[in-house]
């Protein structure tokens, strides 16, 4: 799978202890085994603006899954190597030893 670095806004986060409290896909589940879940808006927090321009041009601002070790909680913005996985806008740290 392609590596690449990922930046975003933490919109939520799962600690690794609270990950079976969830109703999450198998696939996903298992990706986090003992790991937390940031689940991110791509490029950050947007201004007011691109906000504004999302809407109009029908063009939502993306979420993405990140499981990692990352000490990061919601309104942090991370910037983190990762892999993507199979599983579509799920990525895993590339520090992660998977």
Do not use: C, W
């Not at 913005?77 to 520090?95: C, K, W």
């Amino acid at each position: 799978m392609d590596e690449r670095t990922l930046r975003g806004e933490v919109i939520y986060a799962i600690d690794a202890e609270e990950v079976d409290d969830y109703d999450l896909q198998t696939e996903l589940q298992e990706l986090a085994d003992s790991h937390r879940i940031l689940v991110l808006r791509e490029g950050g927090k947007p201004s007011r603006l691109a906000r504004v321009l999302a809407v109009l041009r029908r063009r939502p601002i993306e979420a993405v899954t990140l499981v990692t070790d990352a000490d990061a909680t919601e309104g942090d913005e991370v910037e983190l190597r990762v892999r993507e996985t199979e599983l579509v806008n799920v990525f895993v740290a590339s520090d992660l030893d998977r």
